[in-house]
């Protein structure tokens, strides 16, 4: 069956433009969580949804940076006036409401 | 967030060796950990998890070991294989909080054929 997608793969952006990355979760996972994770480092929590709970926002680093999950299914996370420091790879994972995990490829995204 | 480390950056180990993954962690009520294995350009993919009730786990040639005394756990891999070539990280859930899962900055596991 399919896994997490996540589009697009890569995106090259300039310093203060918006972006918007995209998650597509393993159907029927009510869970869904967006990471960062930046060169050569572990993975920073950024947001979680579960079901139809208000989301777990307590990670976002400011904010401009935002996330919403529409119908209990696709993710985008979007940030604003994008800066250099916002370089890293943004991760997606949903799961079925336990523990586990299923990580999508990740978005990488290059603020010039 | 709390602190999970890794001792070793980096691993090389010769393959059909065994390797040895070791994992710090700070907070005595975190009651969950799992183990992350991350090839280049993938997202990390479950290996096998442990709970707090529990000093050892065993996979498909994968031993994980808890030391909740010393707050420290380890990823063994028996006959380790090119394939195993990765990051892995070691990850903790305090009290069943499935909000939040604290990730260590991981340790590249090189293996030489």
């Known amino acids: 069956g399919a896994g997490v997608s996540q589009s697009p793969s890569n995106k090259v952006t300039e310093k203060g433009k918006d972006v918007e990355l995209r998650c597509d979760p393993i159907?029927?996972?009510?869970?869904l969580y967006w990471y960062r994770q930046s060169l050569g480092q572990g993975l920073e929590f950024l947001i979680y949804?579960?079901?139809?709970?208000?989301?777990?926002k307590s990670g976002l680093p400011s904010d401009r940076f935002s996330a919403e999950r529409t119908g209990g299914s696709v993710s985008t996370l979007t940030i604003q006036r994008t800066q250099q420091e916002d370089s890293a790879v943004y991760l997606c994972?949903?799961?079925?409401?336990?523990?586990?995990?299923?990580f999508g490829p990740g978005t990488r995204l290059t603020v010039l | 967030g709390e602190s999970v480390g890794l001792h070793l950056p980096t691993l090389s180990v010769q393959e059909g060796d065994n390797s040895i993954i070791n994992c710090a962690y700070s907070?005595?009520?975190?009651?969950?950990f799992i183990w992350y294995k991350q090839e280049s350009g993938k997202g990390p993919q479950f290996i096998i998890d442990?709970?707090?009730?529990?000093d050892k786990r065993q996979g498909q040639r994968v031993t994980v070991l808890l030391n909740k005394t010393v707050k420290h756990l380890s990823l063994q891999i028996a006959a380790t294989q090119p394939g195993d070539s990765a990051v892995y990280f070691c990850?903790?859930?305090?009290?069943?909080?499935?909000?939040?899962?604290?990730f260590g900055s991981g340790t590249k596991l090189n293996v030489k054929p």
């Open positions: 994972a949903s799961s079925p409401g336990l523990a586990k995990q299923f």
């Open positions: 159907s029927g996972h009510t869970a």
């Open positions: 949804f579960q079901g139809n709970s208000a989301p777990d």
């Open positions: 907070n005595s009520a975190s009651d969950y």
């Open positions: 442990i709970r707090s009730n529990m």
């Open positions: 990850a903790e859930n305090i009290e069943h909080n499935f909000n939040k899962f604290y």
